[in-house]
C-alpha cells in the first residue's frame, strides 16, 4: 500500500483541524497508509473563531444585551451597570477553556503513530518542500488552513493614525469618549452596540450604501438604521466615502468623508476598523510557488487553481470565511485529497447560505437561510417574496420588541421553500429550523400552520400562509 503524506499548516483552526478528522477517518477506505504533519505556531493556539472572534464575541455581547433589555424596558427602573473587567475576565475563562479543548484534541491527534505535530510556524521554500523550524519536509499534499488578518484600508494617512481592531474591543476595559468606526458589515453590526451600550462611547459610522446589509430586502437595512440611530444612539453617514485620515493635536483622528458629493470631517479621539478580513498568508512563502493569494485562487473543491496538490480551507481562500462553512470546507478538502491521490474526480463543496449575525446585541439578529430576493431574481426560477412585519404579531409586542422583519422565498411552481430572511427577536433560533425546511426542498403548503402561542415563532406562521395565499391567487 502506497505511502501518503498530507501537511496541514494551521492544525489549531477549525478548518484544519476537520481536514486532519476527516483524512484519518477515511484512511481506511483510501487505499493507502496516510501520514499527516500537523503544523501551527499558534500561541496560545486554539484558532480565530475561538480566540478572536464568533465565540468570545458572543460571550462580550450576552452581558451587554442584558444590560440593553432592562434599560429599554419601561416597566424597569434604571439600568444595571455593567463592570467591564468582569465582562473580559469571565470571557477570558471561557475562551481558556474552548481553546484548551481545541489543543488538546490536536495533541491527542499527535498521539497517533501516523501523526506528527509540529508548534512551529511554516514556510514554502518551493511548490512541495516546507520549511518548518530548522527542519523541511515534502508532503504529497498540503492543506492550507492558516485562517486571516484584518483589512486595513488603503486610505491616505492611516499608517500614520492608531486604531482599534475588533480584538481589542473584546479585550477592553476602558473606552474612548468617542470614536469613529470604519466598516459596518457583520463585525460592525456585532460591535457598534456593544462599544455604545458597555462603554458609552458617542459614535460615528461610516456606511458606503444607502444601508448596511445589502444583500438583503432593503427593508433589513432599513430596520437596521432606525434601532441603531434610535436605540443606541448611533450617528451613521449613509453613501459615505472616507478620503483621508490625519491625527489631530491632542492624539486623536480627523476623517474626512464624501457624502452625496460634499466633503466633510468627522474629529473623534479613537478610530475602529471593522474592514473584513483578508486571507492570512504573511510569511507563508507563497512568492516561492506557483501559489498567489488573490480573488478565485481557490475553485469549489478546495483545490488551488495553480497546485492540484495543494487545498486551501477556511478564512484564508477567501470565499466565505463564517466558522462553520470553514470546518465543511475541512471536511469536503480531506475527501477531496483522497480522491486527486486516486485518480477520481473531486467533489465541490456546495453549501446552502446559512449565516446569523448578532447584530442589535443579539436582541435582533439577523438571520439568512438560503435565497435572498436579490439571488433569487439573479436565477432562472419564477418565485413568490412574501415579508412580514414583526409588529403584526403580538407577541413581539409582549416581548418589549415589536421591531424586525423577515422574508420568505418560495417556488412559484411547486411551492418549494428557497430561502428565509429574519432580523426581529430570536431570528437566530428560528434559524436552525428554517435551514431544515430549505434543505429538505419542503413544500410550503404542507408545512403546519399552528404556532403554540404566545412563542415568536408566530412570524413563520404567518409567512407560510401568505405565501400558501400567493401562490393560490
Not at 453617514?237 to 458629493?261: F, P, S
Not at 403554540?452 to 413563520?460: F, G, Q, S, V
Amino acid at each position: 500500500m502506497d505511502e501518503l503524506h498530507v501537511a496541514i499548516i494551521g492544525a489549531y483552526g477549525s478548518a484544519g483541524v476537520a481536514a486532519a478528522d476527516e483524512l484519518l477517518e477515511r484512511a481506511d477506505e483510501s487505499g493507502h497508509e496516510i501520514y499527516l504533519t500537523l503544523i501551527d505556531g499558534g500561541e496560545p493556539g486554539g484558532g480565530l473563531c475561538i480566540l478572536e472572534g464568533c465565540m468570545p464575541s458572543k460571550d462580550v455581547l450576552s452581558a451587554a444585551q442584558h444590560r440593553y433589555q432592562a434599560r429599554h424596558d419601561d416597566r424597569l427602573m434604571g439600568a444595571p451597570a455593567v463592570d467591564p473587567e468582569r465582562v473580559v475576565a469571565t470571557k477570558d475563562d471561557h475562551i481558556h477553556g474552548f481553546a484548551e479543548h481545541r489543543r488538546s484534541h490536536v495533541h491527542d491527534l499527535a498521539e497517533r503513530d501516523d501523526v506528527v505535530f509540529f508548534d512551529e510556524h511554516a514556510r514554502f521554500v518551493d511548490d512541495r518542500t516546507i520549511a518548518v523550524g530548522d527542519r523541511t519536509i515534502e508532503p504529497d499534499y498540503v492543506v492550507i488552513a492558516t485562517g486571516s488578518s484584518l483589512n486595513v484600508p488603503d486610505l491616505p494617512g492611516i499608517e500614520d493614525v492608531e486604531f482599534h481592531s475588533s480584538a481589542d474591543v473584546l479585550d477592553a476595559t476602558t473606552f474612548p469618549d468617542s470614536a469613529i468606526v470604519m466598516g459596518f458589515g457583520y463585525i460592525g453590526l456585532e460591535l457598534v452596540p456593544y462599544l455604545s451600550e458597555v462603554g458609552g462611547v458617542d459614535l460615528t459610522v461610516i456606511e458606503h450604501d444607502d444601508h448596511p446589509l445589502d444583500e438583503f430586502d432593503p427593508a433589513f437595512g432599513e430596520t437596521i438604521l432606525d434601532l441603531y440611530r434610535d436605540h443606541f444612539n448611533v450617528d451613521i453617514l449613509t453613501n459615505a466615502d472616507e478620503r483621508r485620515i490625519e491625527r489631530t493635536a491632542d492624539g486623536g483622528v480627523r476623517l474626512t468623508v464624501d457624502q452625496d458629493g460634499i466633503e466633510t470631517t468627522r474629529e473623534a479621539d479613537t478610530l475602529y476598523l471593522f474592514t473584513g478580513r483578508q486571507p492570512n498568508v504573511d510569511g507563508l512563502g507563497l512568492e516561492n510557488t506557483a501559489l498567489e493569494a488573490t480573488q478565485g485562487w481557490v475553485g469549489s473543491t478546495m483545490q488551488a487553481t495553480a497546485d492540484e496538490r495543494t487545498f486551501v480551507v477556511g478564512d484564508v481562500n477567501g470565499r466565505e470565511p463564517i466558522l462553520h462553512v470553514a470546518k465543511e470546507e475541512g471536511f469536503a478538502a480531506g475527501a477531496n485529497v483522497l480522491r486527486h491521490a486516486r485518480g477520481e474526480e473531486l467533489e465541490p463543496y456546495v453549501n446552502v447560505p446559512h449565516h446569523v449575525i448578532f447584530s442589535g446585541l443579539g436582541v435582533y439578529p439577523v438571520a439568512r437561510i438560503g435565497h435572498t430576493p436579490e439571488t433569487a431574481s439573479e436565477s432562472t426560477m419564477e418565485t413568490v417574496v412574501v415579508t412580514r412585519e414583526a409588529s403584526a404579531d403580538g407577541v413581539f409586542k409582549t416581548k418589549n420588541h415589536p421591531e424586525g422583519v423577515a422574508t420568505l422565498i418560495v417556488s412559484e411552481a411547486d411551492g418549494t421553500v428557497l430561502g428565509y430572511q429574519g432580523l426581529h427577536l430570536h431570528a437566530d433560533v428560528m434559524a436552525k429550523t428554517m435551514q431544515v425546511v430549505v434543505e429538505l426542498g419542503l413544500d410550503v403548503r404542507e408545512l403546519p400552520d399552528r404556532a403554540y402561542h404566545p412563542t415568536t415563532p408566530e412570524i413563520l406562521d404567518g409567512l407560510f400562509r401568505d405565501a400558501v395565499a400567493e401562490l393560490e391567487t
